[in-house]
């Protein structure tokens, strides 16, 4: 089973930056393709960004693309989304998600199986 923790939300300015992390535990941390979605109210939940275990490859919804990066450091158990130039319509609660060994349908929120309980980001205009 694996647990996973949010962290690195909060309130920031248009144009800011914030950079969210989430430790994972209780699994080969490695071995886990990681994934970022993100849920605002009354909408379903959307994919973000998500880097699989096996290269590093990283993959990014379009409407962040090039403004935040996902990244991964498997010494620490930890995924990170660095987000800059935030934008009001960025504000949502973000989840960590994670799957084993996964390299394809990355996107698709079901083909994750641990999430963690979600960090607030609100971008005031």
């Known amino acids: 089973q694996v647990q996973l923790v949010e962290s690195g939300g909060g309130l920031v300015q248009a144009g800011g930056s914030l950079k969210l992390s989430c430790a994972a535990s209780?699994?080969?941390?490695?071995?886990?393709?990681m994934g970022w979605f993100r849920q605002t109210p009354g909408k379903e939940r959307e994919f973000v960004a998500a880097?699989?275990?096996?290269?590093?490859?990283?993959y990014y919804a379009d409407s962040v693309k090039g403004r935040f990066t996902i990244s991964r450091d498997n010494a620490k158990n930890t995924v990170y989304l660095q987000m800059i130039s935030l934008k009001p319509e960025d504000t949502a609660v973000y989840y960590c998600?994670?799957?084993?060994?996964?390299?394809?349908?990355?996107?698709?929120?079901?083909?994750?199986?641990?999430w963690g309980q979600g960090t607030q980001v609100t971008v005031s205009s």
């Open positions: 880097i699989t275990w096996s290269g590093g490859s990283t």
């Open positions: 209780g699994g080969t941390f490695r071995r886990y393709t």
């Open positions: 998600a994670a799957v084993f060994s996964l390299d394809y349908g990355l996107r698709d929120e079901h083909e994750y199986d641990y």
